[in-house]
């Protein structure tokens, strides 16, 4: 394949994704995790107020750090709690791999100009491969985490003085996590379609990066792209919050959760085309 054939499967992947943006069965699956979210969020937002708060203390007391209940601390605490690893590992492990699973085999049937099943039967179709999708999910937030803490400890302080150093080490760790999100990239589709064990589908997803591992990496950065000014702006919040309300965290907190899943759905639309049309090629 030259460069132009590539870069005319790259154009037509992407046509199909914007595609199936259009058929609004398939956003079921984000719309659920959005929702589940946003319960999240309204009950760590909420939670700090009787009578929620014995509850909040007792189930989820063990991600609330010092001073979360008092206002509006708890707002400045609330981005660190909403993203705290033991969350993400709950909701991702319980909720978000298995509707991953269920999206991805929409965009298999979307793809195949099959119909579209609905959400329920698209959980009851990928089932078999919960616990698969939940130790791949699991093993590529792991892996993230471990990048994360070995950067922070060998060039975290590396930038403090240097604005020039700290935009070109901030592009770095962007670039890095863009490559370890692209290793496992192809797990959930190779699972739908090929209904693999656990060792080969480690393997294949491994082999599929290999083989595309440009195309790969462009379609990881382009989600990445798109969530990163919203990540941002979740960080500069803290900020405004003695210029606004208070509440402009919530409003930064949803905004970065819509941007989260608005990039999952593009990249886990591309990557399922990408590897379907070179399922049929190769």
Do not use: C
Request: avoid cysteine; glycine fraction near 8%; aromatic fraction near 14%.
């Amino acid at each position: 394949m030259n460069a132009w054939q590539g870069i005319n499967q790259f154009l037509l992947t992407y046509r199909e994704a914007f595609a199936a943006m259009g058929r609004t069965r398939i956003w079921a699956p984000f719309a659920v995790l959005l929702v589940i979210q946003a319960g999240l969020l309204a009950l760590l937002y909420f939670g700090v107020r009787p009578p929620l708060t014995d509850f909040l203390r007792l189930g989820m007391g063990f991600v609330l750090p010092e001073g979360f209940f008092s206002y509006p601390m708890h707002l400045l605490l609330l981005p660190s709690v909403f993203y705290s690893k033991p969350l993400m590992i709950l909701v991702g492990v319980a909720f978000e791999a298995i509707l991953l699973g269920a999206a991805t085999l929409m965009f298999v049937r979307f793809a195949a100009r099959d119909l579209v099943p609905g959400l329920p039967t698209a959980l009851r179709e990928v089932r078999f491969g919960y616990i698969q999708f939940a130790l791949f999910w699991l093993l590529n937030f792991l892996l993230l985490w471990g990048y994360s803490e070995l950067y922070h400890l060998t060039l975290g302080d590396l930038w403090i003085g240097f604005a020039r150093r700290r935009a070109a080490l901030e592009a770095l760790n962007v670039g890095l996590s863009v490559l370890i999100n692209s290793l496992l990239a192809y797990s959930t589709v190779i699972i739908v379609t090929e209904r693999t064990r656990f060792g080969e589908t480690l393997a294949r997803t491994v082999r599929e990066f290999g083989r595309h591992w440009f195309a790969t990496i462009a379609m990881v950065a382009i989600g990445t792209a798109i969530v990163w000014p919203f990540q941002k702006l979740l960080v500069k919040a803290p900020e405004w919050i003695g210029r606004f309300n208070p509440e402009v965290m919530l409003a930064a907190i949803g905004a970065s959760a819509v941007s989260g899943l608005l990039a999952t759905f593009l990249m886990a639309a591309a990557l399922t085309f990408w590897y379907l049309l070179h399922r049929r090629t190769s």
